[in-house]
């Protein structure tokens, strides 16, 4: 069952995560977040554009 009402800040329903391949370094990011990438850049790290990938992935499965 789905809430009506999302936190503002819960990632999961409001964002993703950044994530460098080269590094592994992983950055939580809101909605607004990424407006603000594709307005002036997506964010770089060692020098690659780091790739986004739901929250809702990281904090869904069960597996750890
Ligand atoms: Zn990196």
């Known amino acids: 069952m789905n809430q009506p009402s999302v936190p503002a800040d819960d990632p999961a ?22 407006v603000g990438f594709i307005r002036s850049g997506w964010p770089r790290c060692c020098g690659y554009v780091m790739t986004l990938a739901p929250a809702r992935q990281a904090n869904d499965s069960g597996n750890v």
Request: overall charge positive.
């Open 13 to 34: 329903n409001s964002g993703g995560i950044v994530r460098c391949t080269i590094c592994n370094k992983a950055t939580i990011v809101s909605v607004s977040d990424i």
